[in-house]
């Protein structure tokens, strides 16, 4: 310890948890320019959200994240108890999110997956490495939640069944594939290349969006925007990425097909705050954390 870190006053895992995954949130909604998102330029492709409106939310979202991962120290293992913790703190926390918006729908696939890669990572503080945050927050996932709604008709549940794609849960349960294999290499090589940070999170959201069955897309835009998406986004990384000339000329063309389709990323949104989340965790948690 020297002069400095005495000075810092004690956090708990959860504090600290809970500070990363508030920032990762607050990062994400910045990113700018992301195409039809609420970014730092506007409200893309929503009406009812805006970037103060994405901070309160996410502001709002602190005392869930830590009691996911406080609950996740208490049970010490990845049990039914732990996943019925998770999924009412939740439920808990998508309450306070909607009075904080006045019932809008900012950040609520955030709390499912940022909420299960808290507590995952609380579980086990020595293998912090995202694959391994990823596994753990995957077999909490796939544990059934008896407390939870029994049928559900969210706009993601309609289109799963309408397309037969994957949505946020299965994203959950198969370990994060878009985060682990998309996102986070992505990051990696445009940092290699020089890209600079926010063109390296640009790159990593729009390796994410050349895949994934985003059903905040599919729900707005069906087929046609989800395809839309998927390859307007390859084009731009094909094209050199978001800081190269010929890339961000693909990228405003991207973002104007999105705008006249309706279709945002919101998934997607998710998904690069997730890999923001797990990309600072395993840089390590800082120096002073207490056992409280
Ligand atoms: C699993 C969740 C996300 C519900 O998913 P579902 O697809 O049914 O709902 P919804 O249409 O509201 O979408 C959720 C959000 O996930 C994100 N998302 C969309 N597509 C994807 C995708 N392919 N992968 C990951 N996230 C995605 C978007 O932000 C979207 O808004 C979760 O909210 C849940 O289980 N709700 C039930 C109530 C509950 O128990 N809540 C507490 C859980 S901790
Ligand atoms: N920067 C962002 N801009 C917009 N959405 C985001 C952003 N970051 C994350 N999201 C995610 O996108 C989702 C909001 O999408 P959307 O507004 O399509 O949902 P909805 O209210 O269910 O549907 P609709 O508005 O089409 O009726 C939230 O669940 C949130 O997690």
Not at 12 to 29: K, N, P, Y
Request: glycine letters at 10%.
């Amino acid at each position: 310890m020297n002069a400095l870190t005495a000075l810092q006053p004690q956090l708990s895992l959860g504090d600290c948890l809970a500070d990363m995954a508030v920032d990762a949130l607050i990062d994400e909604a910045d990113l700018s320019p992301k195409p039809g998102l609420v970014d730092r330029r506007g409200s893309g492709a929503h009406t009812d959200l805006h970037l103060g409106l994405m901070h309160a939310s996410a502001l709002s979202l602190w005392p869930c994240f830590k009691a996911m991962a406080e609950a996740a120290q208490q049970r010490g293992e990845i049990t039914q108890a732990l996943r019925e913790d998770v999924g009412r703190i939740g439920r808990d926390g998508e309450v306070e999110m909607l009075r904080v918006t006045g019932g809008v729908n900012t950040h609520r696939g955030a709390i499912w997956a940022m909420g299960l890669l808290s507590a995952a990572a609380a579980l086990d503080t020595r293998a912090l490495a995202p694959a391994q945050v990823a596994v753990r927050a995957a077999r909490l996932a796939l544990l059934s939640d008896r407390a939870a709604p029994a049928s559900s008709d969210s706009h993601g549940a309609q289109v799963c069944r309408l397309y037969g794609v994957h949505g946020a849960r299965e994203e959950a349960q198969l370990g994060f594939p878009a985060v682990i294999q998309q996102a986070l290499p992505q990051l990696a090589r445009s940092r290699a290349a020089g890209a600079g940070e926010q063109g390296a999170r640009l790159d990593a959201l729009l390796a994410i969006m050349t895949q994934l069955a985003d059903t905040c897309v599919l729900y707005r835009a069906g087929i046609a925007g989800l395809t839309c998406m998927q390859q307007g986004a390859q084009a731009v990384l094909k094209a050199g990425g978001s800081t190269s000339l010929a890339g961000r000329r693909r990228l405003r063309e991207l973002e104007r097909d999105m705008l006249r389709l309706r279709a945002s990323p919101g998934g997607a949104a998710d998904l690069l705050a997730a890999a923001l989340f797990l990309d600072r965790l395993q840089h390590g948690l800082p120096a002073q954390i207490g056992s409280h």
